[in-house]
Nanobody
Framework: QVQLVESGGGLVQPGGSLRLSCAASGSIFSVYSMGWYRQAPGKQRELVAAITSAGEIDYANAVKGRFTISRDSAKNTVDLQMNSLLPEDTAVYYC???????????????WGRGTQVTVSS
């Protein structure tokens, strides 16, 4: 089995910064991409940022220039540095991985349990 565990959420004032971290563990054969999604109350889950094993990065338009995603392929970790936070960034942030489990032919989606980020004065 594969597990994704997030850390780093919390309460921050507008304009502040937070760093989220996620570690994948288990019988991992290969990690194709990792990233972060978020879901605000009453809204659908949306992509925040993702990075592939080749280093290709995708950001949501709403976070470009403020958030930075990084990955340590050797450790199967992904971080999200969030700067200049806005109240509309408030959401539960979920770590995502497109991961091939040892012994399986295909990869599948894995999700963390989520970490709350609240931006408020």
């Amino acid at each position: 089995q594969v597990q994704l565990v997030e850390s780093g959420g919390g309460l921050v004032q507008p304009g502040g910064s937070l760093r989220l971290s996620c570690a994948a563990s288990g019988s991992i054969f290969s990690v194709y991409s990792m990233g972060w999604y978020r879901q605000a109350p009453g809204k659908q889950r949306e992509l925040v940022a993702a990075i592939t094993s080749a280093g290709e990065i995708d950001y949501a338009n709403a976070v470009k220039g403020r958030f930075t995603i990084s990955r340590d392929s050797a450790k199967n970790t992904v971080d999200l540095q969030m700067n200049s936070l806005l109240p509309e960034d408030t959401a539960v942030y979920y770590c995502h991985g497109d991961i091939q489990y040892t012994g399986w032919v295909n990869s599948r989606d894995y999700w963390g349990r989520g970490t709350q980020v609240t931006v408020s004065s």
